[in-house]
């Protein structure tokens, strides 16, 4: 970082011990520096809360003539003697909730004593500090009201004194005009840090950046007026802003202002164009200048202005991937500061005690807070609110932070504020240092509820420890993950090491093709990909590479460490080029041992997490990852951040894909975990996909244009497995679209629909696809219409439709939509299966539709082939289906889409086939999926096993075929 960046770090973070001051200049604040406060801190001793005493608020409620504040605060007991006047009048305020109090009613009753407004602006402040001090001190305002008082405040007197000076700016030069717009233009004041976030302390500067929309000249339209470019303009205007505002006079000041975070610090321009702002932000800007624009907020200007002043900025602070390379950014300038804080406290060894940017102070709990900012605010604008205590509330609800750690961070920001702001009631400096005075810091322990300064000092020791370490457990330096002390592999570079010694380290550790592993390592290792790579960058990745070869050896068994270091090479050289991700791996070590653990298990797994690297989020915490999932908070998170992009249809597509990605990986994990059985993993992922379409739905109904209702009388049918809830990873999605609706756009507005839904759901965006979908089942498949009127179904079903398709029907749902529209396909299906059959007709047509299936998937391999061979899956299903058609009519209880398995042995308690025949069937067809599932996971398309693995079970299943459709 150079010298300048630290200087303007040090800027906004400027209170180190050098500038605990207090100004003094002007006239009130000139008496007794000591004694007074002292003595009346003395005589009403019994008024100041303590720590194991009554709450303050039951203390403080005396309506004594003696105000709590005087005893605690120097500046105000100063100020109240220089006017004997003040103290009816801080009475009155004090009795206000300053939360909500109004400032320009305020502002009006000064300028009756004082003709400017700059001076009433400063007599207004020095009550509303001192007013502010009474209120909490006495318990009667708690932080909040503290922090929104004095912030609206700074906001009010921005806002007046630029309304002020632009008016009568414009009447010496003319309005300035934008030369591409040509509209009038205004000054946008942006406020960081503190103010942007609504949570300045009492005593606090503001920082501040002055922008303009566009270039251009003043239209000059009256005599004497002298033209000006905007930029000249808009200058001057931010001097005199600045003036008004800071200048102390014998009134003092409103507030200290400071500009050093604009573009370019101080050597840039006072005001810039939103051009330049644009310009500089995506050329120059810096990792710890993001941080500072987290909570940049405009205090002034049109909307239309703003909007398009966040679209500048929004890109450059949230960046569209989790940001993970943020932490080493925001560590490195943390690093900056505590140096830079200690330097000071070398020098004022008195003054050690800093609660803002000391160890485990205010500054920790706000880098905390921001970096789940930095690293996840493109993806989740929820997480961009620019109150840290807000942030940390954010963070609790979206599990990003345990809730008792939440919970504890804000107490002790809270502890925290309130004694900054006591350290600041003494004398009204910008200090965030303990007093060396042990009166004074006896004074502050009293005010904070403690019999003395070491009850207090060991408080903040138990609140700042406990931050330090928390803060420790991100930000500490995990760049350098080895292998293990004393391996030969570890102290060389790849670039130096040869095939040989590689093979040699690998064979010790187990693997099973020891040779041909070091060779493919360093043919990675040597690829331009690779080699290409930043030094940083490329000694990160080495790094990484060391600590997985002994995890390889750990995780997976001999006979597959090679195809996991494959899978893992293959992973490594996706993610490569892209730092968050080595950046995820190296602060987070444990996420990589679980990377390989899962790259061992499942060569699908790996595929998949290599397509989506960005997935390596869901493995930070295995409490989240293992969590049951809660269906309907999901949904309404899908919903949440679909809102959150309205009107951008790439970007709200990509968040149904990540949202999709992430919860089906922690499936994933689960199952690779053994959690998970494969009858509820299947009913997880259908309820994962019924989720998807009906927010997607909802989202697409919104897209749509000319729509003649405000809600679709439209819903989706599952067919197939996700109408039959066995859903796997990779299923495609077999749905069908109905809508019950009169008016005569219906049609063509709900096939829009339909066809915008499935483009949402098919098309390739960079996040992936969502599903394919499958709209073969439709009525008169290929050639029918995309959607059918319910009325059109029904007819189709009972006089048109094949055998096939109401055996299609035993496997239907209603999965999102109108639920009018559900219930009624339901009882449309239910009559549809209790249709009387001839058994004859109904067998034949059945092992006819059998064979054409068997006949188009042949096994030519001396393995059994689980889904399609005699004796398998289909079978089974074909077994199902007969027993549904032939005898739903005498027994309702059959029409149940409840899965096969169900069906079976509800066939066998009914007595319609032999119940433990029906038992052993049913067991089958676990088995069968099991296999299937675990087979699928190893990346094998075909699901085949030995024969004599299935003997049995699949003997059973011909057993119980040869009953029911060969011998009736």
Same mark, same amino acid.
């Given at each position: 970082?150079?010298?300048?960046?630290?200087?303007?770090?040090?800027?906004?973070?400027?209170?180190?011990?050098?500038?605990?001051?207090?100004?003094?200049?002007?006239?009130?604040?000139?008496?007794?520096?000591?004694?007074?406060?002292?003595?009346?801190?003395?005589?009403?001793?019994?008024?100041?809360?303590?720590?194991?005493?009554?709450?303050?608020?039951?203390?403080?409620?005396?309506?004594?003539?003696?105000?709590?504040?005087?005893?605690?605060?120097?500046?105000?007991?100063?100020?109240?003697?220089?006017?004997?006047?003040?103290?009816?009048?801080?009475?009155?305020?004090?009795?206000?909730?300053?939360?909500?109090?109004?400032?320009?009613?305020?502002?009006?009753?000064?300028?009756?004593?004082?003709?400017?407004?700059?001076?009433?602006?400063?007599?207004?402040?020095?009550?509303?500090?001192?007013?502010?001090?009474?209120?909490?001190?006495?318990?009667?305002?708690?932080?909040?009201?503290?922090?929104?008082?004095?912030?609206?405040?700074?906001?009010?007197?921005?806002?007046?004194?630029?309304?002020?000076?632009?008016?009568?700016?414009?009447?010496?030069?003319?309005?300035?005009?934008?030369?591409?717009?040509?509209?009038?233009?205004?000054?946008?004041?942006?406020?960081?840090?503190k103010l942007g976030g609504r949570e300045l302390n009492v005593s606090s500067d503001i920082d501040l950046i002055f922008l303009y929309p566009e270039d251009g000249d003043t239209l000059v339209t009256a005599e004497g007026q002298r033209q000006l470019s905007n930029h000249e303009f808009f200058v001057r205007l931010g001097k005199k802003l600045i003036a008004d505002?800071?200048?102390?006079?014998?009134?003092?000041?409103?507030?200290?202002?400071? +500009?050093?975070?604009?573009?370019?610090?101080?050597?840039?321009?006072?005001?810039?164009?939103?051009?330049?702002?644009?310009?500089?932000?995506?050329?120059?800007?810096?990792?710890?200048?993001?941080?500072?624009?987290?909570?940049?907020?405009?205090?002034?200007?049109?909307?239309?202005?703003?909007?398009?002043?966040?679209?500048?900025?929004?890109?450059?602070?949230?960046?569209?991937?989790?940001?993970?390379?943020?932490?080493?950014?925001?560590?490195? +300038?943390?690093?900056?500061?505590?140096?830079?804080?200690?330097?000071?406290?070398?020098?004022?060894?008195?003054?050690?005690?800093?609660?803002?940017?000391?160890?485990?102070?205010?500054?920790?709990?706000?880098?905390?807070?921001?970096?789940?900012?930095?690293?996840?605010?493109?993806?989740?604008?929820?997480?961009?609110?620019?109150?840290?205590?807000?942030?940390?509330?954010?963070?609790?609800?979206?599990?990003?932070?345990?809730?008792?750690?939440?919970?504890?961070?804000?107490?002790?920001?809270?502890?925290?504020?309130?004694?900054?702001?006591?350290?600041?009631?003494?004398?009204?400096?910008?200090?965030?240092?303990?007093?060396?005075?042990?009166?004074?810091?006896?004074?502050?322990?009293?005010?904070?509820?403690?019999?003395?300064?070491?009850?207090?000092?060991?408080?903040?020791?138990?609140?700042?420890?406990?931050?330090?370490?928390?803060?420790?457990?991100?930000?500490?330096?995990?760049?350098?993950?080895?292998?293990?002390?004393?391996?030969?592999?570890?102290?060389?570079?790849?670039?130096?090491?040869?095939?040989?010694?590689?093979?040699?380290?690998?064979?010790?550790?187990?693997?099973?093709?020891?040779?041909?592993?070091?060779?493919?390592?360093?043919?990675?290792?040597?690829?331009?990909?690779?080699?290409?790579?930043?030094?940083?960058?490329?000694?990160?990745?080495?790094?990484?590479?060391?600590?997985?070869?002994? +995890?390889i050896s750990q995780q997976a068994d001999s006979a597959s460490c090679s195809a996991t270091l494959n899978r893992l090479l293959d992973f490594f050289d996706t993610i490569a080029r892209r730092s968050a991700y080595l950046a995820l791996l190296t602060e987070y070590p444990h996420t990589l041992a679980r990377v390989i653990r899962m790259m061992a298990a499942s060569d699908w797994a790996a595929k998949y997490l290599t397509r989506h690297p960005v997935l390596m989020d869901e493995l930070l915490d295995d409490a989240i990852l293992h969590t049951e999932p809660d269906w309907q908070a999901f949904a309404q998170e899908c919903r949440q951040q679909l809102q959150?992009?309205?009107?951008?249809?790439?970007?709200?597509?990509?968040?149904?894909?990540?949202?999709?990605?992430?919860?089906?990986?922690?499936?994933?994990?689960?199952?690779?975990?053994?959690?998970?059985?494969?009858?509820?993993?299947?009913?997880?992922?259908?309820?994962?996909?019924?989720?998807?379409?009906?927010?997607?739905?909802?989202?697409?109904?919104?897209?749509?244009?000319?729509?003649?209702?405000?809600?679709?009388?439209?819903?989706?049918?599952?067919?197939?497995?996700?109408?039959?809830?066995?859903?796997?990873?990779?299923?495609?999605?077999?749905?069908?679209?109905?809508?019950?609706?009169?008016?005569?756009?219906?049609?063509?507005?709900?096939?829009?629909?339909?066809?915008?839904?499935?483009?949402?759901?098919?098309?390739?965006?960079?996040?992936?696809?969502?599903?394919?979908?499958?709209?073969?089942?439709?009525?008169?498949?290929?050639?029918?219409?995309?959607?059918?009127?319910?009325?059109?179904?029904?007819?189709?079903?009972?006089?048109?439709?094949?055998?096939?398709?109401?055996?299609?029907?035993?496997?239907?749902?209603?999965?999102?939509?109108?639920?009018?529209?559900?219930?009624?396909?339901?009882?449309?299906?239910?009559?549809?299966?209790?249709?009387?059959?001839?058994?004859?007709?109904?067998?034949?047509?059945?092992?006819?539709?059998?064979?054409?299936?068997?006949?188009?998937?042949?096994?030519?391999?001396?393995?059994?082939?689980?889904?399609?061979?005699?004796?398998?899956?289909?079978?089974?299903?074909?077994?199902?289906?007969?027993?549904?058609?032939?005898?739903?009519?005498?027994?309702?209880?059959?029409?149940?889409?409840?899965?096969?398995?169900?069906?079976?042995?509800?066939?066998?308690?009914?007595?319609?086939?032999?119940?433990?025949?029906?038992?052993?069937?049913?067991?089958?067809?676990?088995?069968?999926?099991?296999?299937?599932?675990?087979?699928?996971?190893?990346?094998?398309?075909?699901?085949?096993?030995?024969?004599?693995?299935?003997?049995?079970?699949?003997?059973?299943?011909?057993?119980?075929?040869?009953?029911?459709?060969?011998?009736?």
């Open positions: 970082m150079t010298i300048h960046a630290v200087s303007l770090l040090m800027s906004f973070c400027r209170e180190t011990a050098d500038s605990c001051t207090p100004v003094a200049d002007s006239a009130f604040l000139h008496g007794p520096a000591s004694a007074p406060g002292r003595d009346c801190y003395h005589s009403c001793k019994l008024r100041i809360p303590r720590h194991s005493d009554a709450p303050p608020t039951e203390l403080m409620s005396t309506n004594q003539p003696c105000f709590t504040s005087p005893n605690l605060s120097r500046f105000v007991s100063r100020w109240l003697e220089a006017d004997p006047a003040r103290e009816a009048e801080l009475e009155r305020m004090t009795g206000l909730s300053l939360a909500s109090v109004d400032f320009a009613q305020l502002l009006e009753s000064q300028l009756a004593v004082v003709p400017s407004v700059p001076a009433a602006m400063r007599r207004l402040r020095n009550l509303l500090v001192a007013a502010i001090a009474e209120r909490d001190l006495a318990g009667r305002g708690d932080l909040d009201e503290v922090l929104s008082a004095i912030s609206a405040f700074a906001e009010f007197v921005i806002n007046r004194h630029l309304a002020d000076l632009y008016r009568s700016q414009c009447e010496l030069h003319g309005v300035p005009m934008g030369e591409e717009s040509g509209a009038a233009q205004h000054m946008i004041v942006v406020g960081m840090g505002i800071a200048e102390i006079t014998a009134d003092g000041f409103s507030f200290r202002v400071d +500009m050093a975070l604009r573009p370019n610090g101080a050597s840039g321009p006072l005001a810039a164009s939103f051009g330049m702002l644009e310009e500089y932000l995506m050329v120059q800007g810096r990792e710890w200048e993001r941080y500072a624009w987290v909570k940049a907020r405009a205090l002034t200007g049109r909307a239309e202005d703003i909007a398009a002043l966040e679209a500048i900025v929004r890109p450059f602070v949230y960046r569209r991937y989790l940001d993970f390379g943020s932490i080493n950014a925001l560590r490195d +300038m943390h690093a900056q500061i505590r140096a830079e804080v200690i330097r000071q406290e070398t020098r004022h060894p008195e003054r050690n005690i800093n609660v803002k940017l000391g160890r485990g102070g205010i500054r920790e709990i706000e880098f905390l807070a921001q970096v789940f900012q930095l690293i996840r605010g493109g993806r989740d604008p929820g997480l961009r609110d620019r109150s840290t205590r807000a942030t940390l509330h954010i963070l609790a609800e979206k599990k990003l932070l345990p809730v008792q750690v939440s919970s504890r961070l804000l107490e002790t920001y809270t502890f925290l504020r309130n004694l900054e702001h006591r350290i600041q009631y003494l004398d009204d400096a910008q200090t965030h240092v303990l007093p060396a005075s042990e009166d004074d810091r006896l004074i502050l322990a009293r005010a904070m509820g403690y019999d003395d300064a070491p009850a207090l000092l060991n408080a903040l020791r138990t609140h700042t420890d406990w931050v330090a370490a928390r803060f420790d457990e991100i930000f500490d330096d995990k760049s350098s993950p080895n292998i293990g002390a004393g391996s030969e592999v570890a102290s060389l570079s790849f670039d130096e090491t040869t095939a040989e010694s590689i093979s040699t380290h690998l064979d010790q550790l187990g693997f099973d093709d020891a040779q041909a592993s070091a060779q493919r390592l360093l043919s990675s290792w040597r690829s331009n990909r690779i080699q290409s790579l930043p030094p940083q960058r490329k000694g990160q990745l080495e790094s990484l590479l060391r600590a997985s070869l002994p +995890m959150a992009f309205t009107g951008d249809t790439e970007r709200q597509m990509d968040v149904l894909r990540e949202q999709h990605h992430a919860q089906l990986f922690r499936l994933l994990a689960q199952d690779l975990d053994g959690v998970l059985s494969v009858e509820r993993l299947a009913d997880h992922l259908s309820a994962l996909a019924d989720v998807l379409i009906s927010v997607t739905l909802e989202a697409v109904w919104q897209t749509l244009t000319g729509k003649h209702c405000d809600q679709p009388r439209f819903a989706v049918i599952a067919y197939g497995k996700l109408g039959g809830k066995e859903l796997g990873y990779a299923s495609d999605l077999d749905v069908i679209f109905l809508y019950q609706d009169e008016d005569p756009e219906a049609p063509a507005v709900y096939a829009k629909l339909a066809q915008r839904f499935i483009t949402w759901m098919t098309s390739h965006t960079p996040a992936g696809i969502l599903f394919d979908i499958d709209i073969a089942l439709r009525p008169d498949g290929a050639s029918g219409l995309l959607v059918s009127s319910l009325p059109a179904f029904e007819k189709y079903q009972h006089q048109s439709a094949w055998l096939w398709e109401h055996q299609a029907l035993t496997r239907a749902r209603f999965c999102a939509g109108d639920q009018n529209i559900g219930a009624q396909f339901e009882a449309l299906r239910t009559q549809v299966l209790r249709q009387t059959r001839d058994p004859v007709q109904l067998r034949t047509e059945i092992l006819a539709m059998r064979q054409r299936m068997h006949e188009a998937h042949p096994n030519r391999s001396e393995l059994f082939d689980l889904k399609h061979d005699a004796g398998g899956m289909i079978d089974i299903e074909f077994i199902v289906q007969f027993l549904v058609l032939r005898h739903a009519a005498e027994y309702p209880a059959m029409t149940g889409d409840i899965g096969n398995i169900a069906l079976l042995k509800l066939a066998g308690e009914l007595k319609l086939i032999d119940l433990q025949l029906s038992v052993a069937v049913s067991d089958a067809y676990r088995l069968f999926r099991k296999l299937q599932h675990q087979i699928r996971l190893t990346g094998h398309d075909r699901a085949r096993v030995e024969q004599a693995r299935v003997a049995e079970p699949r003997k059973a299943v011909e057993q119980l075929w040869q009953q029911v459709l060969l011998h009736a």
